[in-house]
């Protein structure tokens, strides 16, 4: 199972997942950004009976409201301007699967009408089209929204949020499955080695310093930390001290001059300084550097970070 964590909160999904395997039923699968609703979509299909079936994954969020039923059901040529051939949708592809729809809050209404029929009926039409379709699909809805609000709100048809919500799943936020953030950190960073980069660990203390950070992107953050870690850092274990370095970069406010793309330049030179402070302090701490040494390491500095800020006017 492509899941991480042996937390309570984790031994709670994997039971009602092994209780959905072999069953049809269309699951709700409800928390934060970054919690892994996708992850959990993918384990009830490849580990249930449709295993041999599509997955297909569409996100509500990411499709302009205008093409949402054509994504989803499909269209005939000449449906409208710019449909030059038939097109499957993706209840077409997802036939004998399952169909994963990903921030189902971000739906429009009328859009939520058209599948709250097709729910009901087991059939749709495609745009364009007269004849209706039967499907044979696997719902696995997701969202990070409050879908009860939004009924109250008259965003959300309570009637499609009763046909979605049969089986309800909340996923826990990383804050409370705090013990699963150093098998997670060792996942992270074992498929990091597997992309070619060097073997590493983390210190005890490094992953006490990470269970301790409010993490507000949950699991995804804390891979994007890990992969950021695995590949800026020449060492073979990660200490606290390079953990704290970069969670201070991340809480870092920006200023209003940087509000736009990150410079890569500055980027690499506050890196760059970073780590030669770390080298200076602790050759100094031991002595092995006399006064007129540390004179000629503030003058490497100088320079190497003047070369720096050359590098984007060189061509190439």
């Known amino acids: 199972m492509p899941l991480v964590g042996r937390s309570t909160a984790m031994q709670d999904i994997y039971r009602a997942l092994a ?32 295993r041999n079936g599509p997955f297909v994954a569409i996100n509500m969020a990411a499709i302009p409201r205008d093409l949402i039923e054509a994504e989803l059901f499909g269209h005939e040529k000449g ?9 499957s949708g993706r209840f077409e592809q997802a036939e004998g699967g399952t169909l ?9 209404m009328d859009a939520q009408t058209r599948l709250l029929r097709v729910l009901q009926e087991g059939e749709y039409t495609m745009v364009g089209g007269r004849s209706s379709i039967k499907t044979n699909v696997r719902i696995v809805a997701a969202t990070h929204r409050d879908l009860s609000q939004m009924i109250r709100q ?51 203390e490094a992953i006490r310093l990470m269970q301790n950070y409010a993490r507000p992107g949950n699991v995804r953050e804390l891979e994007n930390l890990v992969r950021r870690l695995s590949a800026l850092y020449a060492d073979e274990s990660i200490s606290a001290e ?31 300084g970073q780590l030669l402070r770390r080298i200076r302090t602790q050759f100094t701490a031991g002595g092995s550097l006399s006064a007129g040494d540390r004179s000629g390491g503030s003058a490497i500095d100088r320079h190497g970070a003047q070369c720096l800020r050359r590098q984007p006017d060189q061509g190439g």
């Not at 950004?33 to 384990?43: C, D, F, I, P």
């Open 100 to 108: 994963f729809l990903d921030e189902i809050g971000d739906m429009p």
């Open 154 to 204: 008259g965003l959300f048809h309570e009637d499609l949020y009763y046909r979605l919500n049969v089986v309800p799943i909340r996923l826990p936020p990383l804050r409370e499955r705090i013990d699963d953030i150093g098998d997670l950190t060792t996942h992270f960073l074992n498929a990091a080695q597997r992309e070619g980069e060097a073997v590493k660990s983390v210190s005890p």
């Open 242 to 272: 390079i953990v704290q370095n970069e969670l201070n970069i991340a809480e870092r406010p920006q200023t209003s001059g940087m509000a736009g793309p990150v410079d890569v330049s500055m980027a690499v030179e506050t890196h760059v």
């Open 79 to 87: 449906a409208f301007t710019g449909a030059n051939t038939r097109s």
């Open 19 to 50: 209780r959905l395997m072999q069953t049809d039923l269309t699951v709700m699968i409800t928390g934060e950004s970054g919690t892994g609703k996708e992850l959990v979509a993918r384990a009830l299909h490849d580990f249930g009976k449709r």
